[in-house]
């Protein structure tokens, strides 16, 4: 299994224009989200997914899109963007959010470093 | 609202002595922890979480309800710690979010 995929590794716009991240988990996972990181924040979660067609927002939404087509892949949309999304993302991903015994801890990606000049 | 608060920014300690690193939660309800390490250049990976009540890499980390707290132990640090540690909490149901801490350096000085 390769886990959960991010692609690119690295990307550099600028201001106002849009990309997409990409995220690919092969464990048939129902749950998947995105963070950022940024320095003395922790990780902030951005959307959701509790299955596919299913998407919600979290914590800091805004200037971001999400959709969830199939259960393998989680694209993360950034419409114009801004330098206060200069950030490192992961996506997560995880078996089943919060059923059963034990909880289902997440699997992250590599992360996207972006800058946004 | 569901919050986890993890104090220190940056933990620093010498090889072989003991470490402790806080966590606080907020949640009305019995929450699932975790603790997630992320080694240099490496992905954030589960170290622990609370159900298991195991130790892992000499770490362990017990949950106190009547304290909300989490903290994460290990008697005797190795340079090898060196890492960024994250305190995290899924709540068992209803909102279908985990919730992160905003993480703890550790460094283990020589």
């Known amino acids: 299994n390769a886990g959960v995929t991010q692609t690119p590794k690295f990307q550099v716009l600028k201001t106002g224009q849009s990309m997409t991240l990409q995220c690919a988990q092969d464990?048939?996972?129902?749950?998947m989200s995105w963070y950022r990181q940024d320095p003395g924040m922790g990780l902030r979660l951005i959307h959701y997914?509790?299955?596919?067609?299913?998407?919600d927002q979290g914590e800091v939404p805004n200037g971001y899109n999400v959709s969830r087509s199939t259960t393998e892949d989680f694209p993360l949309r950034l419409l114009s963007a801004a330098p206060s999304q200069t950030s490192v993302y992961f996506c997560?991903?995880?078996?089943?959010?919060?059923?059963?015994?034990?909880?289902?801890?997440?699997?992250f990606g590599n992360g996207t470093r972006l800058t946004v000049t | 609202a569901q919050r986890v608060t993890q104090p220190e920014k940056l933990l620093s300690v010498f090889k072989g002595a003991p470490v402790e690193l806080k966590c606080n939660y907020s949640?009305?309800?019995?929450?699932?922890l975790f603790w997630y390490v992320q080694y240099s250049r490496q992905r954030l990976q589960l170290l622990l979480r609370?159900?298991s009540r195991e130790s892992i890499k000499g770490f362990t980390a017990d949950l106190n309800k009547g304290e909300t707290s989490f903290h994460l132990k290990k008697p005797f640090a190795q340079e090898e710690d060196s890492a960024m540690y994250y305190c995290?909490?899924?709540?068992?149901?209803?909102?279908?979010?985990?919730?992160f801490g905003t993480g703890t350096r550790l460094k283990v000085l020589a």
């Open positions: 464990m048939n996972h129902e749950y």
């Open positions: 609370h159900i």
């Open positions: 997914s509790v299955g596919a067609g299913i998407t």
């Open positions: 995290a909490l899924s709540s068992p149901s209803g909102t279908y979010k985990y919730i």
């Open positions: 997560a991903s995880s078996y089943s959010y919060g059923r059963g015994v034990g909880g289902s801890p997440l699997h």
């Open positions: 949640y009305s309800g019995s929450p699932e």
